[in-house]
């Protein structure tokens, strides 16, 4: 029997890590997941083919990050989370709340603009189209808090709370479309919080803290809302197949447990990239003002000094 019209089979055997892990690809994320690897390495090696370098530590984030897509799209995960919430959930939260984050430490836009070539002089090549967008009025609106966070909180309880959520279960397109759109909305969240990446929308590091514990709290009571209910809230998971063995509340309680979890961990590495990215930042500013004293003397110190000195001689 067929499950969604996804032409997979309802006879799956109970859930386990081992079959879950089994090679079973879906052909858009697998030929997308290559192609990501493909540019990324290009970029590299046309960097490095110049004699330009390029973090090992951003190459393998990104690597990771795509893995990480792939490892819950092209195996058995993939087809259990059809049938099976909990999956689902697993899934739902790697490609939204791990594999951005991963992505954006990767700085794979900033490797773009330093690979491409520069186009002619009046004429628009890839790099300048890319800079165009990232400095359009639609970035800066994407990018802003007020509709990114709306948007995080938005895809879980409208997605899931609503007849959406079964609507795009009932299609493989309308499967591969909700992922692609928990995965969207992963980066646009993160990238103005912990980004690499220049965009139109960056506030100081305090505001992004700010932005990272808005939108959290809602992901952890979607959690708790799941685990509480007396009753299976989504349609697609009301009747799980007999041969997984499992029970559809149970089930969806372990759904809301994930969810719970992920709201915690993610927020943790964010907030560690966050402190080590502010550091630095610190770092290269001091070293700025230390080459700028150099230059000219130091200035500004001796201004400083100067009115320190005609404090004291009108208070004589």
Known sequence: MDHSGHGMTMDLPPFTLGRGLEFSPDLFFLFGSLAALGLYGWGVARLRGRGDTWGVGRTVAFVIGVLSIALVTCTKLNDYGMVMFSVHMVQHMVVSMVSPILLLLGAPMTLALRALPVAGRGSLGPRELLLKLLHSRYMRIVTHPAFTIPMFIASLYGLYFTPLFDFLMGSKPGHIAMMVHFLMVGLVFFWP????????HRPGYVMRMLELFAGMPFHAFFGIALMMATEP????????PTSLGVDALTDQNAAGGIAWAFS???SVLVLIALVYQWYHSEQRQAVRKDRAADRDGDK???AYNAYLASLQTRGR
């Open 300 to 302: 500004e110190l001796e």
């Open 233 to 240: 809230m989504v349609k697609a998971y009301t009747n799980p």
């Open 193 to 200: 919080i912990m980004g690499i990446d220049p965009g139109p």
């Open 264 to 266: 915690e961990i993610p």
